[in-house]
């Protein structure tokens, strides 16, 4: 017969009785002594023999299984825990964060109460380990270098408030625009704002970078994501690999990138040529290299969200491990909890409603070799600020505006209201430009000036209880979002002007109040393609955009010509 843990059964279980010796009825030759057991056991003694002793109970072989399984069960959960926290504090630890001060303002909620989210992810190209000097290259003469580099990757990745939707909006490096004053935390570099290239802002730290990009948008950024060299290659190395198409042979002599036409799956080095190469794609510009940035994250982003990867416990420790690893975040993030929750809201949104788009530009006019904000630029930016989705339903590109937020009040006359309009930038003058061009519109002529009592990075215009139709209708006159507009506890209205509003006397950002930005408009030269879009593959550059032994070539030229250097992912 077989026990309840499935061994077999021993020997029948003696009973009380059966387990001690019997008791002798009576002495030989008469009755029994009184006293009970205490006077047998003298008895005994007084006879030279020894008194009677008491067994000692066998432990039953059920309870001792018990004992030993229960140990083994404590030592399991023991051991799982210490595991689990080790883990965790090992994944915490792995994480380099760092403070935004608020310099990239702060998202909104809607009318039921649901914040969006606003990330900007930034790819430096910085030389600070051996690990990135052996794949970006000149540390030869610098060797290993300090700073933080440039931003030669800037995209804004925007969450809807209701998780239905994002956009994912690339703004090219050669983006000529102002560097509001900025100081590094980390190594205190500084600097007091200046007109340059974009991607320089983060050799002033990344809190620089996206206030930068905050003034240049108006979009809100509470979140920032940079990673490296060495971080692209732990990336696309944890997911197994990151499958592209390309329409033509290609060899980027630059990035070292060399593919056949047609599909493959690039990981580690291959991984960083594909999304560094600016000469192998489109018209050899930055422009060219975001289309297949965009490509390249969303096929990643498929990979993310197959059920294959997220139920791999070995697949997913290695992701956790890796990002951890790549990521430099801001303290909104800086914890696995915070990345947890976020990869959370991501996979919430179908992919045929991720929308990545390049921001719009047209030639400097003093330099042919960058560029600056174009038409459009506007309203992809006021699309994003207001929560706007750039695809329908269906996943089809957006070609109507729909409002987000609640209904428009109703309008009020320029000439019933009055603004206070507050200077707080460091520039004289600022807000009696604002003033008189309020005025010119027509404003009520209480309309005066202050200064802010501090600096002020985001530009914010506050009504009271009430007031929000006046708000609306100044908001629009200024050009001002309504991300930017603000209820306060007083009366009136009150504009304090911020370091994102430099000059003129319409806002940077454009947008309008109370009316939702074009977003047949916002795609239009965009290059808008949605996430699940598999079979789009790079267009490879049909001009001659790379060089080989001194002879400038096209991408495809130069894959023939250099039959002997091996494929990237060979």
Not at 334 to 339: D, E, R, T
Not at 462 to 478: F, I, N, P, R, W
Request: proline letters at 5%; aromatic letters at 4%.
């Amino acid at each position: 017969m077989s026990d309840p843990w499935g061994g077999r059964r021993g020997p029948a279980t003696r009973s009380r009785t059966d387990r001690m010796p019997a008791q002798r009825d009576a002495e030989p030759g008469g009755a029994r002594p009184p006293g009970g057991r205490a006077a047998t056991r003298a008895a005994s003694r007084q006879r030279g023999r020894p008194a009677p002793r008491r067994r000692a109970r066998p432990v039953r072989k059920g309870r001792r299984v018990l004992r030993i399984a229960g140990l083994c069960l404590a030592l399991l959960v023991l051991g799982t825990a210490g595991v689990g926290w080790w883990f965790y504090e090992h994944l915490n630890g792995n994480i380099q964060s760092f403070s935004l001060d608020g310099k990239g303002g702060a998202e909104k909620a809607d009318a039921f109460g649901r914040t969006p989210i606003n990330i900007l992810v930034m790819g430096s190209d910085g030389r600070t380990s051996k690990a990135d000097c052996k794949l970006g290259g000149g540390c030869s003469q610098t060797g290993v270098q300090t700073g933080s580099g440039n931003a030669d990757v800037e995209m804004v990745v925007h969450i809807s408030a209701d998780r239905s939707n994002a956009t994912v909006m690339s703004i090219p490096r050669d983006t000529m625009t102002n560097v509001p004053a900025c100081t590094d935390d980390a190594d205190h570099t500084s600097t007091g704002g200046y007109y340059g290239q974009i991607n320089s802002a983060l050799q002033y730290g990344p809190a620089c970078q996206v206030a930068t990009v905050h003034q240049l948008t108006g979009i809100p950024i509470d979140h920032f994501v940079k990673l490296d060299f060495s971080g692209v290659v732990k990336m696309s190395d944890a997911v197994g690999g990151v499958s592209v198409c390309v329409s033509d042979n290609v060899y980027d002599t630059y990035s070292h990138l060399k593919l056949s036409k047609g599909a493959h799956t690039l990981k580690g080095q291959a991984a960083l040529e594909f999304v560094r190469s600016r000469h192998g794609f489109g018209d050899g510009s930055d422009l060219g290299r975001t289309v297949s940035q965009h490509i390249f994250l969303g096929a990643m982003i498929r990979k993310f969200k197959s059920a294959g990867t997220l139920t791999d416990p070995s697949a997913v420790y290695g992701l956790a491990d890796a990002a951890t690893k790549a990521l430099t975040v801001d303290d909104g993030l800086g914890s696995v909890k915070k990345l947890i929750a976020l990869a959370a809201d991501v996979n919430k949104v179908p992919t045929k409603r991720m929308t990545f788009a390049t921001m719009q530009t047209a030639p400097d006019p003093s330099n042919s070799d960058r560029v600056v904000v174009g038409t459009g630029a506007k309203s992809l930016f006021s699309s994003i600020a207001d929560d706007q989705s750039l695809t329908t339903g269906s996943g089809k590109k957006s070609v109507a505006a729909k409002a987000s937020a609640s209904p428009t009040a109703a309008s009020v006359p320029a000439s019933q209201i009055a603004v206070t309009v507050q200077n707080g930038t460091d520039i004289t003058g600022r807000a009696s430009e604002v003033q008189q061009a309020l005025i010119d519109q027509g404003f009520n002529s209480g309309t005066t000036t202050a200064n802010a009592a501090s600096s002020a990075t985001t530009t914010t215009l506050t009504y009271g209880t009430g007031q929000k139709a006046e708000a609306q209708t100044a908001a629009k006159a200024l050009g001002l979002p309504t991300s930017h507009l603000e209820q306060g506890t007083g009366t009136g209205l009150t504009l304090v002007i911020g370091a994102d509003w430099p000059s003129g006397t319409s806002f940077p950002s454009g947008g309008s109040s109370g009316s939702s930005a074009d977003t047949k408009a916002a795609v239009s030269n965009a290059h808008a393609q949605t996430a699940d879009q598999a079979k789009t593959c790079a267009k490879v550059s049909p001009y001659k955009t790379v060089a080989l032994n001194g002879v400038a070539m096209t991408p495809a030229q130069a894959y023939a010509a250099a039959s002997t250097t091996p494929d990237s992912d060979d």
